[in-house]
C-alpha cells in the first residue's frame, strides 16, 4: 500500500522552513527521500533506516518514527534550488530494496 | 552512483505500435526496476529485471504487455507492446546503489512516451 505524504503542495519564500511528512500503515524497514525537478529524474537525497541510522548527501534533514511508521524531512533556510516534488520511499524489508513511493509534495520556493 | 543512460530519450508513437526502452548502467548492479510515472503522479513499479531469468511483474502489470529482458549485470530492456494513448507516460529505469550494500535506488534520466 502506498504511503500517504503531506501536505500534498507547500508554497515558501526564500529562506522559511518546511516540513514534509510521510505515513505508513505497514511496518517499515527503511525510508528513502527523492527530489524530482520538472523533466528530471527524481535524485536521491536521504536514507533512513531502521534502528535509527541516517544518511544523506544534503544539508537537509530527516527523522523517522519506526513506532509511529512516519517519516519527516525538514528543509530549513529553504534555497530557490529547494524547488520540486519530493516523494518517500518505503522498504518494508531488508531484501532487496523494493521501495513503494508516496504520492508526493510539491514544493515551490520563491524569492 | 552508477552512471545510468536510457534510450531513446523520448518518442511519439501511433497507438497499437511497440516501443523498446533500453537502460544501461556504467557499473555491475544487482537489482534493475522499470517504473512508470504519469504526468503529475508518483512512481508506480512496473517489474524487477531479474539477470537470467523473468522479470518480476507487480499487480497489474503483465508480461505481455511489457516485456523485459535482462541479459546481463548493467543493460535491460522494457518494451511497450500494443500500445495505446493510456501508455502515455514518462518510463524510468533505476538501479541498486552498490552490488554489495544496495542500500537505495538511483534513477535513469526517463523515457517521455506520446502516443497517439
Redesign the interface.
Known amino acids: 500500500q502506498q504511503p500517504v505524504q503531506s501536505p500534498q503542495a507547500v508554497i515558501l519564500r526564500e529562506g522559511e522552513d518546511a516540513v514534509i511528512n510521510c505515513s505508513s500503515s505497514k511496518a517499515l524497514y527503511s525510508v528513502h527521500w527523492y527530489r524530482q525537478k520538472h523533466g528530471e529524474a527524481p535524485v536521491f537525497l536521504m536514507i533512513l533506516l531502521k534502528g535509527g541510522e541516517q544518511k544523506g548527501h544534503e544539508k537537509i534533514s530527516a527523522s523517522f518514527n519506526e513506532k509511529k511508521q512516519q517519516s519527516s524531512l525538514y528543509l530549513t533556510a529553504s534555497q530557490l534550488s529547494y524547488s520540486g516534488t519530493y516523494f518517500c520511499g518505503t522498504a518494508n524489508n531488508n531484501a532487496g530494496n523494493m521501495l513503494t513511493f508516496g504520492g508526493g509534495t510539491r514544493l515551490m520556493v520563491k524569492p | 552512483?552508477a552512471v545510468i543512460s536510457q534510450k531513446p530519450s523520448r518518442d511519439i508513437c501511433q497507438r497499437g505500435t511497440s516501443l523498446t526502452i533500453q537502460c544501461q548502467v556504467d557499473s555491475q548492479v544487482t537489482?534493475m526496476f522499470w517504473y512508470r510515472q504519469q504526468p503529475g503522479?508518483?512512481?508506480?513499479?512496473i517489474a524487477?529485471a531479474n539477470q537470467g531469468s523473468e522479470a518480476t511483474y507487480e499487480s497489474g502489470f503483465v508480461i505481455d504487455k511489457f516485456p523485459i529482458s535482462r541479459p546481463n549485470l548493467t543493460f535491460s530492456t522494457l518494451t511497450v507492446s500494443n500500445m495505446s494513448p493510456e501508455d502515455s507516460s514518462i518510463y524510468?529505469c533505476s538501479v541498486?546503489?552498490d552490488r554489495v550494500s544496495?542500500?537505495?535506488?538511483?534513477?535513469?534520466?526517463?523515457t517521455r512516451l506520446l502516443v497517439l
Do not use: C, N
Not at chain 2, 41 to 45: D, E, G, K, V
Open positions: 552512483s537489482m503522479q508518483s512512481l508506480t513499479l524487477t524510468l541498486d546503489s544496495r542500500e537505495t535506488q538511483y534513477f535513469g534520466p526517463g
